[in-house]
T-cell receptor
Framework: DADVTQTPRNRITKTGKRIMLECSQT?????MYWYRQDPGLGLRLIYY???????NKGEISDGYSVSRQAQAKFSLSLESAIPNQTALYFC????????????FGPGTRLTVL | KQEVTQIPAALSVPEGENLVLNCSFTDSAIYNLQWFRQDPGKGLTSLLLIQSSQREQTSGRLNASLDKSSGRSTLYIAASQPGDSATYLCAVRGNTPLVFGKGTRLSVIA
């Protein structure tokens, strides 16, 4: 089984809908991250969490919210999806005190019509 | 604000060639620099991580160097193979989590 899983893998939705993307990890890491990837713009950080009670905004947090339900779970929500949120979304994990290497999930392709 | 630039954006080479991918960053106050590989439609795989106190790291045919003072890193791939075809991303960690470059798309032609 994959160490970092994301659900769903693909999602098509309409403008104005609420969407939740989920990330789970079995690596035992305390740090988790959400990124989006757009053609020509690279990966940009949306939110990150260094433990269950810690949530921090990244470079592009507007229009998004997150929930760290447990050490192993970190969810990203789009409260009212808009077309420019169409992108590939990645979750990643790392471990405090470790090498700082981040481990990425397979991604969720989100299309907002 | 940290900015990371990767040159070239795309590269095509014949199999067997040695090649160098370049990464530059604007703020030299970093903790580490990481190189990732991304296959089409897939997630990222970490290749090498260089701490700010290190000058280089090696893994198999890959060698990454870091010159923190000049804000540069290179990824050297020896004896390239078609299986090396992918996008290679450079990312730096400073006071905030990783800031990524836009990547270099590598094609190795058999």
């Amino acid at each position: 089984d994959a160490d970092v899983t994301q659900t769903p893998r693909n999602r098509i939705t309409k403008t104005g809908k609420r969407i939740m993307l989920e990330c789970s990890q079995t690596k035992g890491h305390d740090r988790m991250y959400w990124y989006r990837q757009d053609p020509g713009l690279g990966l940009r950080l949306i939110y990150y969490s260094f433990d269950v009670k810690d949530i921090n905004k990244g470079e592009i947090s507007d229009g998004y919210s997150v929930s760290r339900q447990a050490q192993a779970k970190f969810s990203l929500s789009l409260e009212s999806a808009i077309p420019n949120q169409t992108a590939l979304y990645f979750c990643a994990t790392s471990r405090t005190g470790g090498s700082d290497t981040q481990y990425f999930g397979p991604g969720t392709r989100l299309t907002v019509l | 604000k940290q900015e990371v630039t990767q040159i070239p954006a795309a590269l095509s080479v014949p199999e067997g060639e040695n090649l160098v991918l370049n990464c530059s960053f604007t703020d030299s106050a970093i903790y580490n620099l990481q190189w990732f590989r991304q296959d089409p439609g897939k997630g990222l795989t970490s290749l090498l991580l260089i701490q700010s106190s290190q000058r280089e790291q090696t893994s198999g045919r890959l060698n990454a160097s870091l010159d923190k003072s000049s804000g540069r890193s290179t990824l050297y791939i020896a004896a390239s193979q078609p299986g090396d075809s992918a996008t290679y991303l450079c990312a730096v960690r400073g006071n905030t989590p990783l800031v990524f470059g836009k990547g270099t798309r590598l094609s190795v032609i058999a």
